[in-house]
């Protein structure tokens, strides 16, 4: 069966980038909205429910082909992506983001900041049950 499906994923698998995705929404939306009020209008001036269905279902399979397949002008503003910058510090390896500003562990179960152990033991250690924190 993969080897059915192979070159059909091949053919319909390319980049498209984030503009091309809007581009894709935007395009379904209108072609659905249009082929729809089409299919509508001239169902009802045939009073012919079966047209309505057939033209809605063309509308359908048209928005299907222009929209599903990665077209070029699908990827003409792609991302350029950074690579991260690691770098060792104690035992434990960090990522540098793109901003710099933000180290983030690469191995580590801690998701909360540093100073929260901190405070939560000064918290803890002057504060017994039942009593209100110092302020």
Known sequence: MDDLLAPI???????IDFH????ANTL???????????AFIVGYIQQDIHLTLWLGLAGTLITLLIVVPPYPFYNRNPEKWLDPVVYHRGSCPRVITALGDNILPIRSTRWYPASLDLISEKVSSTASIGQKPPL
């Open 20 to 23: 091309g995705q809007r581009l």
């Open 9 to 15: 994923q091949a053919a319909l698998e390319g980049p």
């Open 28 to 38: 379904s939306t209108a072609l659905l909205t249009v082929f729809g009020a089409i």
